[in-house]
């Protein structure tokens, strides 16, 4: 039996908000290439693996001719891609230290797997912040990158200063960015820079920070690597791994 023929179309069905191009990045084969009917679960899985859809179908149509050609067709069953949820708990196991607020997140932004988070948090130590995810730039390379930022005010927990020099808060606001390459299917790479400033609030400022004005300005630096291969409804024969490594230098 042929297992290896010619693509002459490829056709997407069930796609409303995703963009076609975004899965077919995803596939092994396009228009005018060789499509080998072995790899159909791979290609599923690719497309799955988005984290986009909730099932995913590939089937291929002989031309009437007789020809080597063939109509692949992709079919997708999206998943729901906006959510708001809400923030609430309480720090240091303190009724007294509620803090409570919302997030939105949206995970197909603009149609192209990109992520887009928001959230916010008034009560104790309230935060506002936001992160941006991009799966794929530069084309076929499989660069991704991140960008995220928040600011946050924390009631100092040191007692010893709080006697000292009475109470303050810390002001906290970040700025990362991470840049990294996909490899295959389940091996990820990255590195990140950020920068984290620090300002304190009342008197001896001297005291409560390592710089004497009271302002302390981090660079953080870091590395990462994770190999997932989590079960999916098409890898049902496989076993779980999952591998994280993460070094970060301040």
């Known amino acids: ?3 290896k023929f010619i693509v002459r179309k490829v056709v997407f069905i ?3 908000k995703t963009k076609s191009e975004i899965i077919a990045r995803e596939l092994s084969f396009s228009v005018g290439s060789e499509f080998d009917t072995s790899k159909i679960e791979y290609n599923e899985n690719r497309v799955y693996g988005t984290g986009l859809f909730n099932k995913v179908k590939i ?3 002989r031309d009437s001719t007789g ?3 063939v109509d692949v067709y992709v079919w997708v069953n999206e998943r729901w891609y906006i959510w708001l949820f809400p923030i609430f708990g309480w720090r240091d196991r303190d009724l007294k230290k509620l803090y409570y607020g919302a997030g939105f997140l ?7 797997n990109e992520k887009l988070v928001l959230s916010f948090a008034l009560g104790y130590d309230p935060w506002i912040g936001i992160e941006y995810l ?4 530069l084309g076929s390379k499989y660069w991704f990158y991140s960008i995220e930022a928040y600011y946050q005010r924390v009631r100092s927990r040191s007692q010893m200063l709080i006697d000292e020099s009475g109470l303050f808060h810390e002001d906290n606001f970040v700025f990362n960015f991470l840049f990294g390459k996909r490899f295959g299917l389940y091996k ?4 990140s820079a950020g920068f984290k400033n620090i300002r304190v609030t009342g008197d001896f400022v001297h005291l409560k920070t390592i710089s004497p004005s009271g302002n302390d300005k981090i660079l953080v630096i870091g590395s990462g690597f994770r190999y997932d291969t989590l079960e999916t409804p098409y890898h049902s024969e496989q076993k779980k791994r999952h591998y994280n490594l993460k070094v970060d230098l301040i």
């Open 1 to 3: 039996m042929q297992d």
């Open 14 to 16: 069930g796609n409303e």
């Open 59 to 61: 089937w291929f149509e």
């Open 67 to 69: 020809s080597d050609s």
């Open 106 to 112: 949206h995970s197909n932004f603009r149609g192209r």
């Open 134 to 137: 991009n799966p794929w730039i």
């Open 188 to 191: 990820k790479l990255w590195a």
